[in-house]
Nanobody, 115 residues
Framework: QVQLVESGGGLVQAGGSLRLSCAAS????????MYWLRQVPGKGLEWVSI????????YYANSVKGRFTIARDNTKNMLYLQMNSLKPEDTALYYC????????RGQGTQVTVSS
């Protein structure tokens, strides 16, 4: 079955960095686009970044552009999100997903940025 397992979240001070990882299994990872989404309690899922199957096209929400970098390793079925210059407003539960709406996503990893 499809499994997406995120890791790498934590508590960091504003201006700091974190690298999120997502281990994928149970589907043809290298065939599809992959997403990072995030959610703050009481709000809907927010699209953060997307990467194409080959890893050479990346797109970012305006709120994270220039600070976050998405990448993938199709040989390892892994998705990554390098997050630099973190801000308190980046605090959220971060998910990797196979679709923009998050219908197929992992359990999430919590990122908390203190001011």
């Amino acid at each position: 079955q499809v499994q997406l397992v995120e890791s790498g979240g934590g508590l960091v001070q504003a201006g700091g960095s974190l690298r999120l990882s997502c281990a994928a299994s149970g589907f043809a990872f290298s065939d599809g686009w992959m997403y990072w989404l995030r959610q703050v309690p009481g709000k809907g899922l927010e699209w953060v970044s997307i990467i194409n199957s080959g890893g050479d096209k990346q797109y970012y929400a305006n709120s994270v552009k220039g600070r976050f970098t998405i990448a993938r390793d199709n040989t390892k079925n892994m998705l990554y999100l390098q997050m630099n210059s973190l801000k308190p407003e980046d605090t959220a539960l971060y998910y990797c997903a196979r679709d923009q709406n998050g219908y197929s996503r992992g359990q999430g990893t919590q990122v908390t940025v203190s001011s």
